[in-house]
């Protein structure tokens, strides 16, 4: 009896496992299977380690057996021990012919060496041979070991050499139709392959022109061939779209791709309109006008009321700011920052909104608002150092010698700051720069009393009471006021909620906030000639130099000495190093010759250049470790020279806003891009930048289009909504000029659309139908030969361009069959429509669930009924 | 490279083919890491999840790393948003800086995640490929086959996707294999029954 269950036992191990592997090795994986112990577990590795050890440097062991060893030996590192004694074996069994062992060998190597090992350059070879091989398995095996074990350097060893056109070969390959029926997917060859090549060809391509130009016939190809009416069609031509944003295009392909983004833009789909904007968002850093004719569709995106399509549109906004639009986008953004729970994206988006601010802001009166409205609605979310940048904006005003300009900036942020303060749980890093403020400036213009100012900073400390950094700039504001009181001469009468924060604070449990407490009492003691001298008014961008040296105590020391003291012997000298003393007086930062150097090398020449120019153009006070070696007098010479090239550097930096060199490079950085857009050239590129003024005049002027929506179009495409009808004729060299002949009179009853309703797109209508109502309600209005083109399409409208409206259409129907809509189309389906839904067989299973109390979660359980009709 | 591309003529057979698919794959391992700092162009799948409306998981696949407790948290932000979005919206959610594509069948959710820079409109059919294969070999699917056999949906779902890329895309041959592997099943079992009998005998 026990003989045969040991049989049976047996006979179960062999047909699970027992790929012809000695019983020696099963007894191993099994003993340590059963292992009860991390230290018994050892043990008997440990033994096997021995084992193998010896049985490796036997002469003559058969393939099979060493096949064997190796897998034992795989099994020793997986248990974290070393087997390095036996990598060797490893790395000839990849020599091998049989390809079992091959296999073995290169599982082998790729798990126990890195891409650093020192065997590795005997495997190079082998790999170079094998890729050649004729057994696909062969190349498989040699390509997984490539992925883990080819580095940098010995990638040439292995790599073939002309990549791009193998590439462009094999996609061309592809699309001919050249592999088996059973990879076509909706009737698209290979679809998967196709754009997995697109993105390699996007990378190889990319600031490669000889490469790029290899690419374009096949890209051009794909764009004729590309089926828009399938989703699978669609991602190719955005997979194409996005090589050509990648590599250096060519203006035909440039096109294409534009006609592409256009007709995915004009689409009903939510899908391809996010694709669309995506694709206008890479394509408006190769030619920047792009996005002028689609402007409308942005704006409708803009408002959509799916967020994924809003957030998108906002990152094209977000690449095409300008300082014309800036005011624009930025309010956008941070009414929409308001409107979202979303941290992740609300972080974001403020960023954008200060990095773009910080950039583009006409007024520093405009900056200081939107910065109010990023720290009352994000400030918990903020960088510390935006916070800085404005404390500082405000502390150094235009930076020209205008200062009554900075006072009334000061004045405006202090009283924006006074009235928000009032408001409920404002965040941290924004009562920091309040408080910071009104200590600076609160008084300073003499419109509020001092005791006005410490009342309200007393009330930020009281209410933010756990808020120990808050109540620190608060206690020291108080501090700036007193000083700036008692140092003009009034009498300070401290107020008694401020006396009692003050006792409060110091017994405070935090150092800190202790040592302002004690500061400020210390400081009400004094006299003004005292006080000015500690707290000068308005001198936050002084800068405060520090004797390193303190040779102020110089007298005191002397004395000293006098005295009897002894004299102070450095750290160097008292360690026996007096031979550098006196190079170390001729130069402070040089650390002795035979010590390491922990000083970068000195810069080369070119680079140190911008390094020059920009401390010029934001002058932090120059740091004196810039050593005279750093600034030959021909660097002065060289940058005169280059004054003109360093300018233009300057416009890919980013620029820190509010310096008075920004207003100038601002200018001139921002004037090419209007230029390349074509605004530059027209009459109300003035209108376009002030935004909202002169509305009125706009309406009077282009009343075709709902006025609303228009002055948005027109604010942020740089006022571009009459260049709108010109640029339509001249596009209209590529478009079928159809409906030119009718485009007066639809254009004409547009104004009549009141604007708020534009975004009803609250009822679920049917299927393509999905246009805003004011525009179908525009159908009667228009001929009808935009009418029969199914005018749904918001730009279908607008250009008549009567092309697009078809594939829009299809595109939808496949689209909503593909959602849960009950509306199915049957004739795309040709594959499952043969087989049907069953609603027998899913009764049947519905009633067996029920039996077995299972509740189904849905009313049809059938996935395919619904689309299969 | 120029062998693989001899490969390429109509006359080929389908696992020279995957060969070749195969090497498409390595090959651009090697772009990667020549220009690392593209590499987020070419991420994967992150994971694949099935809801259902009622926010009932049905399955799930981890291609990156999540503990428990994340796992928990993404299945609960992910079902509470996609679950809420209207029915004529995009397919897509950008969510802590990565996408998820979702598409709604009958009463499942299916939604992937892939980094920011991939695309979309393609990671939406590998989803319609793979209800495709489910319906296939089920006969028109529902949830309940993917209730009863979830572990055959997880064995498509491994034949379609490796390590978060999708590895074939021939419906064909991925129901030719899950076909081998019921057989195998099957056979295993008529085995296992056989020495359980002779066991029985014998005692």
């Known amino acids: ?869 | 490279m120029d062998r693989l591309m001899s490969l390429c003529v109509p006359s080929l057979d389908l696992r020279k083919h995957r060969s070749l698919i195969a090497s498409l794959e390595i090959q651009s391992c090697y772009l990667l890491s020549e220009h690392s700092c593209l590499a987020s162009g070419f991420g994967s799948i992150h994971f694949v999840l099935l809801v259902s409306r009622q926010g009932k998981v049905r399955l799930t696949k981890w291609y990156s790393p999540y503990t428990q407790k994340e796992r928990s948290k993404v299945i609960r932000e992910l079902s509470g948003v996609i679950l809420n979005r209207g029915p004529k919206l995009c397919n897509f959610v950008e969510w802590r800086g990565y996408k998820v594509v979702y598409k709604r069948y009958a009463s499942l959710y299916f939604c992937m995640c892939i980094d920011a820079e991939d695309n979309e409109l393609e990671v939406l059919e590998i989803i319609h490929h793979y209800v495709e294969i489910l319906d296939r070999y089920f006969g028109s699917v529902c949830e309940l086959d993917l209730i009863f056999n979830f572990h055959k949906a997880y064995y498509i779902l491994d034949e379609l996707l490796i390590a978060g890329e999708i590895q074939e895309s021939s419906k064909k041959t991925v129901a030719r294999i899950i076909s081998a592997q019921d057989q195998m099943v099957e056979a295993a079992k008529e085995e296992a029954g056989s020495i359980s009998y002779i066991i029985a005998q014998a005692s």
């Open chain 1, 1 to 869: 009896m026990e003989q045969l269950k040991t049989i049976g036992r047996e006979l179960a191990m062999g047909s699970q496992g027992g790929f012809g592997q000695s019983k020696e090795f099963l007894d191993l994986v099994k003993s340590i299977g059963e292992a009860r112990s991390k230290a018994e577990e050892d043990r008997i590795v440990l033994s096997e380690i021995d084992i193998l050890k010896r049985k490796l440097l036997e002469p003559d062991i058969p393939k099979r057996k060493m096949k064997e060893y190796i897998i034992r030996l795989v099994y020793i590192e997986m248990l974290g021990h070393d087997a390095s004694f036996g990598y060797i074996h490893a790395v000839k069994m990849t020599h091998d012919d049989n390809l079992l062992l091959k296999r073995t060998g290169y599982l082998a190597v790729t798990l126990f060496l890195n891409e650093d090992h020192d065997l590795i350059i005997l495997i190079v070879n082998t790999i170079q041979k094998d890729l050649r091989s004729d057994n696909y398995l062969v190349v498989c095996a040699a390509l997984n070991a490539i992925c883990r074990l080819i580095n940098e350097e010995t990638i040439p060893a292995v790599l073939p050499q002309d990549l791009v056109s193998s590439f462009v070969s094999i996609l061309k390959q592809v699309t001919e139709r050249r592999l088996p029926k059973s990879y076509d997917y909706h009737q698209m060859p290979a679809p998967f392959i196709q754009i997995k090549l697109l993105k390699i060809m996007a990378l190889l391509g990319s600031g490669d022109k000889s490469a790029s130009e290899i690419m374009y016939m096949v890209l051009g190809d794909l764009f004729r061939k590309c089926d828009s009416s399938t989703n699978i069609g669609n991602a190719i031509l955005y997979e194409c779209i996005r090589s050509i944003s990648c590599i250096i295009p060519s203006p035909k392909l440039l096109e294409a791709a534009a006609d592409a983004i256009s007709k995915f833009l004009k689409s009903d789909s939510h899908n391809l309109k996010y694709m669309g904007i995506d694709g206008l968002g890479r394509l408006i850093k190769i030619s920047p006008d792009i996005a002028e004719q689609h402007q409308l569709a942005v704006i409708d995106c803009l408002e959509d009321p799916d967020d994924t399509l809003k957030r998108k549109t906002f990152e094209l906004l977000y690449k095409m700011t300008k300082s014309s639009n800036v005011e624009v986008i930025v309010d956008r953004m941070i009414d929409y920052m308001i409107s979202i729970n979303d941290n992740h994206y609300k972080t974001e988006i403020a960023s954008r909104c200060v990095e773009l601010a910080e950039q583009f802001a006409p007024s520093n009166q405009w900056f200081i608002q939107i910065m109010n409205k990023v720290f009352e609605h994000a400030g918990d979310l903020v960088n510390i150092k935006v916070a800085h940048n404005l404390m500082r904006l405000i502390a150094e005003g235009f930076g020209e010698d205008d200062d009554d300009a900075d006072s009334k900036l000061r004045l405006s942020a202090v009283e924006s700051y006074l009235q928000i303060m009032s408001e409920p749980k404002l965040p941290s890093l924004f009562l920091q720069v309040i408080s910071w403020v009104l200590g600076e400036y609160g008084t300073a213009d003499g419109k509020y009393s001092a005791s006005y100012i410490s009342g309200k900073l007393c009330d930020v400390a009281d209410a933010y009471s756990s808020d120990e950094t808050v109540k620190g700039y608060a206690v020291s504001a108080l501090m700036k006021i007193y000083a700036f009181e008692i140092a003009s001469g009034r009498k300070v009468d401290v107020l008694p909620e401020c006396q009692s924060l003050i006792e409060e604070l110091l017994a405070s449990h935090s150092t800190d906030l202790q040592q302002r407490a004690y500061e400020l009492q210390a400081l009400l003691a004094l006299d003004a000639r005292a006080v000015e001298s500690i707290l000068p008014l308005d001198a936050s961008c002084e800068d405060i130099e520090v004797d390193k040296d303190l040779s102020f105590l110089n007298g005191y020391i002397q004395q000293a000495i006098e005295s009897g003291a002894q004299p102070y012997i450095s750290e160097r000298e008292r360690s026996g190093m007096l031979e550098t003393t006196d190079y170390h007086s001729q130069d402070h930062h040089e650390v002795p010759s035979h010590a390491l150097r922990f000083e970068a090398y000195e810069r080369p020449k070119p680079s140190s250049l911008p390094t020059q120019a920009s401390t010029e153009l934001v002058p932090v006070p120059e740091p004196s470790y810039y050593s005279e070696a750093h600034q030959p007098i021909s660097t002065s010479s060289v940058s005169e020279r280059e004054s003109s090239e360093i300018k233009l550097r300057l416009d890919g930096v980013k620029q820190k806003w509010g310096r008075p060199s920004y207003q100038s490079s601002t200018s001139a950085s921002s004037t090419p891009p209007q230029a390349a857009n074509g605004t530059s050239s027209h009459p109300d590129v003035g209108v376009g930048s002030s935004s909202l003024k002169p509305r009125s005049s706009y309406e009077s002027k282009k009343p075709e289009i709902d006025p609303e929506k228009q002055r948005l179009a027109a604010s942020l495409f740089g006022g571009s909504s009459s260049s709108r009808s010109d640029r339509k004729s001249s596009s209209g060299g590529h478009k079928p000029a159809k409906g030119t002949a009718s485009k007066p009179p639809k254009e004409n009853p547009i104004p009549v659309q009141p604007p708020p309703d534009l975004l009803d797109f609250g009822e679920p209508t049917a299927t393509g139908v999905t246009a805003t109502d004011p525009f179908k309600e525009l159908e009667g209005l228009m001929d009808s030969s935009s009418q029969d083109g199914g005018s749904t399409d918001v730009m279908g409208v607008l250009y008549s361009d009567a092309a697009p409206v078809t594939t829009t259409t299809s595109v939808d129907s496949l689209l909503s069959e593909l959602s849960d809509s009950s509306k199915g189309n049957p004739g795309t389906y040709q594959s499952q429509t043969s087989k049907g839904p069953n609603s027998k067989e899913a009764l049947e299973k519905d009633a067996l669930v029920r039996q077995m109390g299972v509740n189904p979660t849905s009313q049809n359980p059938t996935l395919f009924k619904d689309l299969l009709g």
